[in-house]
């Protein structure tokens, strides 16, 4: 602008702008030709081919998402429907809660969580202190607690290896292990929030029923670490 | 931008459908010949693809994939010209400004200017050093400021202004008698 503003006043730099102009308006008509095609669809075919592996990979993990989150409500509602006391007040409003939790926290670890296990610690370890109180451990119904968390944790993870197997993938994924081991063991520890007579001792919810969350995720951290190891050598 | 670097298909050949042509100009320009500029071209937007983590939202998308091509540019260069592995633009833009000096000192740089003009301007565009040409081409075609085809191109803003003061210069002189005849 202040060019121009000079230029109005000074006839030799008026024309030498006046050149300029005429240059790059001259400098436009040295066009280049479009590329071919086929040179086109050679440079975006490799990244295709790959964007496309990725959106593959997100839709099975979308459908292994639901179908484990679903195996991790089942292994919530199994344990609960074998029980013969009868169900009813808050301990089973919390224990609804933490089975959505667990089934919610299973999807999200499958199909976009980045935090390993995180979010089922976290569950388990706010149900503890919300409904604990006390001094109690009660190491003999303990281990049964335990055993009851170890098997919905199992019947997860082999819920999840037979759908991973289902949709086609040899392996199971590192998440969907974590969701499947983490959720099972978590909706166990839900079950017991109703079915277990200690689940109101804060030691013995501590030790027995999140302990086997944290070490169910111990365990699928273990698997996957082992799995990528062996991945890695071939 | 961003759906194509969490993954998405159709972001990408968005950005492809608008970039790619504008990339293959861009090497065109410099190497003139098609197949160069179409490996060029695969070549870069590979590049770009594993890069494509490490663009930050704030970043303008043409200048930064013109970055990744400005530095395929120089390494089909430093190949070509068989510079030191860390030979930068300016060692470029020396030898290519010695080998159009020699060149022009054993033939005719200007060419009578007759037929048609549009490709009586390429010839002219095409007569200049490569390291002229593309800022011209930058700052021309892609209207990029000089502080942006510096940075594209890893120089400074000051070797980015001399470079295109001396190749708006000649090609001033070529193409003179067309521009007295637009005057006329």
Redesign the interface.
Known sequence: MSAEAHARTCAACARALE??R???????????????AT??A???A???A???E??AS?AVAGKLAAVVSAAVLATWALPLALMRAPLGGRALAFSIALAAVAAVSTALTIAVSKRDGLLFFAASLAMAFVTGSGATLGPAVGLHCAAIEALTAATAGVAAWVATHAFGRRTLDRRVLIGALGGGALAGHAALDVGCGMSSALPHVLVFHTGPVVLALGVALLIARRADARAAVL | MAAYVSGDRRAFEQLFSRLAPRLHRFFRRSFSAEATADDLLQVTFLKLHKARDTYRADMRVAPWAFTIAARVRLDEFRRRKRLAEDGDEEALARAEETQAKTQSETSSHRETIDGDTAEAVRRAVDGLPESQRVVIHLNRFEEMTFAEIAKVLGTTEGAVKLRAFRAYGALRQVLQPMLAEVTS
Do not use: F, V, Y
């Open positions: 050149d300029g005429r240059l790059l308006a001259l400098l436009g008509q040295a066009t280049l030709p479009e590329p071919s040179a086109l050679r440079a975006s490799t990244i295709l790959e964007l496309g990725i959106d997100r």
